[in-house]
């Protein structure tokens, strides 16, 4: 079987590594693919005909879509009429991704465990009567509804921007005053009339719980955990992720059987009354309180970093379980695990999440890889040399059955590469 995976992140590297040993492909391409992957095919990964048209030439017959963007721009029903299976889902399931609201309101009517919110369904920018006084009258008077909202919960509350926003869309408040800040934020960058969402605000562990999914069964692989803040201890801005740990070592079977009972099954109920045809990687972005679990989001895709620990840890052939899910027999699919940890630590640009230069020589690689596995992001080679090319550059990866070895593992790897204002957290793994 011929395999291509589409974009050139740490997520796409690490289903790179792991498709390749699997005895089911005979090839597998990466389409704008980083520097440290062998196969990879000068590609833009966001030019839907250049796709098409490198799939069908080359006979590929699975094509695994990483991210969500063009997912929910429907590159499934863009590639529907060629002999190419995309492995991801339909524009319509992307929507609870892509739409924070909608993602919201299935989980209400279909009693997903999630925090209470209100709507604030504005007309986008681009509504034909934009202009309308009307409009202009309800994106007032939700102004009004969502100042009330701040008032009456003292600022301590969520704010969700409603369209995909890559990490950028979420502002978690703890005063009116900061409330205020990030409804002015939001207005600036996705306008006056921008639909979102004031959620209630839930405080405790995060955890990342994603696998397949076929509408009917949902398998999933280890819990993770993912550090966002940029800086250590958790301060600072948000970013894509700044490192990753799995299995999450407080997880336990009573949390388990709440995600099942209270997220996993009225989740598959919703999809079935919904008739949403969902056939793809699923991902629950939950939280942890009084012992029980609530889910914050859903995203139709793998995770970046988590992704990287855990096809580290995935002993199961993952092109099998691909293949499954595409085919409705997920039931009959187990997936078997490493008894280790694994731990991802990534090292960043200098000035990352906001503006970072690009270009930089990186050295070390050959060191870190003799150490641990390396992914590469954004990273690009230019004649002989790896320079840098985006914010999250690398990520080096330490596995062992104990978790400090695994964290040492990783760290020790950190340690060799080197470039100009390079950072890297330096306590991934601690809780
Ligand atoms: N690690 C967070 C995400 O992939 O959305």
């Not at 102004?143 to 990490?167: F, M, P, R, W």
């Not at 002015?184 to 605000?201: H, Q, T």
Request: charged fraction near 20%.
């Amino acid at each position: 079987m011929k395999v291509a995976i589409l974009g050139g992140g740490g997520r796409e590297h690490a289903l790179y590594w792991k498709i390749k040993q699997s005895p089911l492909v005979k090839k597998v391409v990466v389409l704008g693919g980083n520097a440290l992957m062998k196969n990879s095919i000068a590609i833009d990964g966001n030019n839907l005909e250049a796709i098409k048209n490198y799939c069908d030439t080359q006979a590929v017959d699975y094509l695994i879509v990483g991210s969500e963007t063009l997912l929910a721009a429907g590159i499934v029903a863009y590639m529907a009429a060629t002999k190419t299976f995309v492995f991801g889902v339909n524009a319509r399931a992307a929507r609870l991704e892509s739409s924070k609201l909608f993602a919201k309101q299935f989980m209400t009517k279909y009693g997903v465990s999630t925090a209470d919110f209100e709507p604030f369904e504005n007309a986008p920018n681009n509504a034909p009567n934009n202009a309308d006084n009307n409009v202009e009258n309800d994106a007032q008077s939700n102004q009004e509804k969502a100042q009330k909202s701040i008032e009456a919960k003292q600022g301590n509350l969520v704010i969700k921007y409603d369209g995909l926003a890559g990490g950028k869309g979420v502002w978690v408040c703890d005063s009116i005053a900061e409330s205020n800040k990030a409804l002015d934020e939001m207005e600036a960058r996705y306008g006056k009339k921008c639909p979102f969402l004031i959620e209630d605000k839930i405080v405790g562990q995060e955890v990342s719980l994603m696998g397949f999914c076929d509408g009917k069964t949902i398998r999933l692989l280890q819990p993770s955990v993912d550090y966002k803040p940029l800086l250590e201890d958790d301060k600072g801005a948000n970013t894509g992720g700044m490192g990753a740990v799995c299995p999450a070592p407080f997880w336990n079977e009573a949390l388990q059987k709440s995600f099942d009972e209270t997220i996993a099954q009225p989740t598959l109920k919703g999809m079935a009354a919904e008739q949403i045809d969902y056939q793809g990687f699923i991902y629950f972005g939950a939280i942890i309180a009084n012992n029980q679990v609530f889910l914050l989001e859903y995203n139709v895709r793998l995770g970046d970093p988590e992704t990287q620990v855990l096809l580290v840890n995935l002993k199961s052939d993952l092109m099998a379980g691909i293949v499954a899910c595409a085919t409705g027999k997920l039931n009959e699919v187990q997936l078997d695990f490493e008894s280790s940890y694994a731990v991802a630590v990534a090292q960043v640009s200098s000035g990352y999440p906001a503006t970072y230069p690009t270009g930089l020589l990186i050295e070390g690689i050959p060191e870190a890889i003799q150490k641990s596995l390396v992914f590469g992001a954004g990273i690009k080679r230019v004649h002989q040399e790896c320079q840098t090319n985006g914010g999250r550059v690398l990520y080096t990866v330490g596995q062992d059955e104990l978790l400090e070895r695994a964290i040492q593992k990783a760290y020790a790897a950190a340690q060799e590469i080197k470039f100009e204002g390079q950072f890297y957290r330096k306590d991934i793994g601690s809780f």
